[in-house]
């Protein structure tokens, strides 16, 4: 039987792990990140934030330019990070890039009372891709309306709209519970006690509601909600593995501020050796045919022992 969950014992989490995977990962230093590259898997670092969010922000404008009449494209995007969002919206306006035949797809949402969080919500996601995007490109070169797509708690039409058109990139970032989107590690419930799902089981899930780890509940709240823990939503929907797996490619990003030294080392460690283990969901990334993981340097810390 593998070990409780240092932090919420019903749940599977990266603390469930054999020991000595988490003290490996510990130990690698950003050379050694660089170093677990493998063909399918690409490490890069970035040494200043303004090169960082700059290429983040090309993954828009390299699937959108792809677009065409015959085969629209694009790209699906995160809420964390956003600081490559405006500057998405000044690089499709100062390349005059016409947007009719590009689609972009929110990765999730807040479900509330069983439904999405209305656009004015505060923490919506919606509301920051418009607001910080899509609303600052100008009206000639915006997108249709129905060829953004953002998952609902009922999300048949979410779903249907990846068949209208090609995915170049699903970008992501990685929370503190090691999960892409809303893709947390499932609660340790029958038939799940002793072992977490197989990731054969783990990666059928498509787009769902979700109930949120409470990691990601309190990670949340420190990023977004100034650590004000009772207005974070405690479920979501989102983008699932099945319509990761339709993404030509995986691109996540860690600037470190929405996971730490360790976790960032652990995820690059299991998906370079193929480790795959539901309690860390990152990790069935393995299994993808093209991911790249990219690191701002200052964002990657150490592992190591600091008093404050």
Known sequence: MRPLSIVAPDWWDYTTLDREILD???????????????????VKIYDTVEEFYLAEALEYIHAWQQATPEQPAGICGPIGPTEQ??????????????????????????VIDGKEAPIDFPLSFARADMELCFNRIRPDLRMPPENIHFPKADPTEYIASWSRARCVIMQGGQGEVKHWAFNDPPRREPPWTETPPPPEVYRQLGTRVVDLHPMTIIQNARTSGGGVVQNVPTKAVTVGPLETWRAEKVSIWHAGKHDNPFGQRLTTLMISKRIVDTSVPMSLLADHPNVQFNFLRSGIGVCAVEMH
């Open 24 to 42: 490996d990962a510990a130990r690698l230093t950003p050379e050694d990140l660089v170093a677990l590259s493998r063909p399918g898997f690409t």
């Open 85 to 110: 969002l405006p500057l998405v919206a000044q690089l499709v306006n100062e390349l005059e890039l016409d947007l009719r035949y590009a689609h972009f797809w929110g990765m999730d949402e807040w």
